[in-house]
């Protein structure tokens, strides 16, 4: 998974005690005005109503990235990606959602916690012992227009345990449990792809392109003519620039012919030089110009059917695949060496983005068989697991010849076109709460009478008297944590060991 270009901003400490503690509340405590208490009644809803959702009982605490009880808090990280954001979720290092990780954290009854990213919304992420008890949790604010960075909030219902019983403020997190996923679409756009037969296309940049060919494309590399295979052509309908193979369309099996198809594969690191505008027509017909690094994996696609031909309906197949990285005169080598992903689910909308119902999807196999596509369909597909290719074949109808129409393409988009990650658990700090004691200690409650040996009685005297009665307490708290083994005890103690007491003998 690559890593996310993100630069880290204010952390979030949460302490257990039951007053709030942050720079406001307690600005000469060092290991207090550093914190970020908050009122559990400031938690945004968003936040509020999934912990409702959990059945959780009374907060001992809440916590803001940043909060220094005057403020509105401040992001603990900000990132940027290319393309436009669709997602921000809590994910672990392989960008999955967390479902029951190790924390590395325990209770203070010696429970383990274990990570659950929330399915309804994935800005939550739920700290649970193993009978499902929610012990923390934590919120993703998302900031900025667009979503450039992220506020972290927490929330702790169950004491955690603190290595260091000796101080009151000892401190565990998060760090390497919790990832922070960014995902992002991208959206290509036909445009200025070089006129009449190509060999291939290439659209996008350097972070996300595609890369299009017909379904079996002449290999130019060892000799072939370009026109021996299936071709990129371009058109204009409507005004959108639009490709199809061959004729111009995609068109459907017939006596003389097997229907065609046009291979779509997902890449990274593609040359500038040879992508849609700089890419010329001249380029556009040499295999080594297929110049990119990697290929990018994502479980969702779409495409825009622009035209048909005649003005009926089509009918069309999708297959995923992933596929070897193979780039240059190697490419059309390759083409065909790939591994069937399962279409999960198709989705089709109108131009104006409704829904379209009534259309038959046949999802058995891996594939998807779509009957009925209109001009202006959008066609939406997920996966069950990543692909890098897809090819788009239109199959026609054997029985209904109102099914048999050509189609062109007028663009595509990957809806997670990238998806990046970086380490937040590391910013999600839990202080200790540590014991407290007030003394009562009343006056003259032991008093020692002693007679001047210089003119009554012995040379020496002495006297005894109980004083237990003198020292209670007031009030007292175990802290968050509650009772341990420790017996309550006093000592006494001098200021100085052999100093002067003050008092004289005669």
Known sequence: MPALNMTAGSTVTLDESATLQNLATAPAVAGDSNDNDISVSSLPTAFSSRLAAQSVGTAINAALSGYDGTNTGTNAFTFSVSGTVTDVSFTDANGALLNGFDSGLDTTDGEDIFLFTDTTNNNVVYGKTALNVVVFAAYLEETGSPVTGAKLWTVQYEAISNPDASNPDDAVNLADKIFVSVASSSAFSFANVPSGQNLFAMFGDASAAIVVTGKNPANEST??????????????????????????????????????????????????????????????????????????????????????????????????????????????????????????????????????????????????????????????????????????????????????????????????????????????????????????????????????????????????????????????????????????SFALGVATQGGDSGLKSD
Not at 319 to 336: E, R
Not at 406 to 423: K, V
Not at 433 to 438: C, E, H, K, L
């Open 223 to 488: 000799g072939a003519n370009i026109n021996t295979g299936d071709t990129v052509n371009t058109s204009l309908g409507g005004g959108l620039t639009t490709i199809g193979t061959n004729n111009q369309m995609i068109d459907p099996p017939n006596a003389k012919n097997p229907g065609e198809g046009m291979y779509f594969t997902f890449v990274t690191g593609a040359n500038t030089d040879d992508t849609v505008p700089n890419l010329d027509q001249n380029e556009a017909d040499e295999e080594s110009n297929i110049d990119f690094t990697g290929l990018l994996g994502t479980t969702a696609a779409s495409f825009t059917i622009a035209q048909l031909q005649p003005n009926k309906a089509a009918t069309l197949k999708i297959s995923a695949f992933t596929t070897v990285l193979a780039t240059g005169d190697a490419y059309v080598d390759n083409l065909q060496n790939n591994t069937a992903i399962n279409i999960s689910s198709v989705v089709v909308r109108d131009s104006a983005g409704q829904l379209v119902t009534g259309l038959s999807i046949d999802l058995s196999g891996d594939t998807a068989v779509i009957s009925g596509i209109k001009t202006g369909y959008v066609i939406e597909y997920q996966t069950d697991a990543n692909h890098s290719r897809v090819l788009i074949e239109n199959v026609g109808s054997a029985t209904n010849n109102n099914l048999n129409a050509s189609f062109d393409i007028g663009g595509f988009s990957l809806p997670r076109s990238e998806q990046a990650t970086g380490e937040v658990g590391s910013m999600m700090i839990f202080e200790d709460d540590g014991p407290s004691v007030v003394l009562a200690a009343p006056t003259d409650t032991a008093v020692l009478n002693t007679q001047d040996a210089d003119t009554i009685g012995a040379a020496t005297d002495s006297a005894t008297q109980d004083f237990s009665t003198a020292f209670g307490v007031a009030s007292s708290s175990y802290g968050a944590d509650g009772a341990g083994t420790t017996v309550s």
